[in-house]
């Protein structure tokens, strides 16, 4: 291979590089300082056994879904979500993530049931 050609390859596999990791960082910003999520939703015990919900990003976050701010239909353990959210302050009881309130839904799959029917 001559030194052109590697010179070419090394630049082409840096630059797929930095794109890779651009992808990676963070979550997309949404309009109003919303955050587009996509993620498996996880329910989980606290330590002292209470219940408490997650949702796990394709980009590797978690943030913590309190029940009183979300579409009762999402809090299926394994179900699978796109939506807009809105991070919150405060303080939390279960500390699985960042705090957010689902502001829009825009598609969701995965286990049929319910938490009301689990």
């Not at 960082?25 to 109003?32: I, S, V, Y």
């Not at 303080?91 to 705090?99: E, M």
């Amino acid at each position: 291979m001559t030194d052109a050609a590697r010179g070419t390859r090394g630049a082409i596999l840096a630059g797929l590089t930095i794109l890779a990791m651009a992808a990676c960082t963070g979550e997309e910003k949404g309009p109003n300082g919303t955050l587009k999520l996509s993620g498996t939703v996880h329910m989980v015990q606290s330590q002292d056994g209470g219940t408490c919900w997650k949702l796990e990003s394709s980009k590797g976050k978690t943030y913590e879904l309190q029940p009183a701010q979300v579409p009762h239909d999402m809090l299926v353990d394994g179900a699978k979500v796109k939506m807009l959210a809105k991070p919150r302050k405060g303080g939390s009881f279960c500390n699985v993530g960042q705090i957010i309130d689902v502001t829009q839904v825009d598609s969701m799959s995965g286990p049929e049931a319910t938490a009301s029917s689990q």
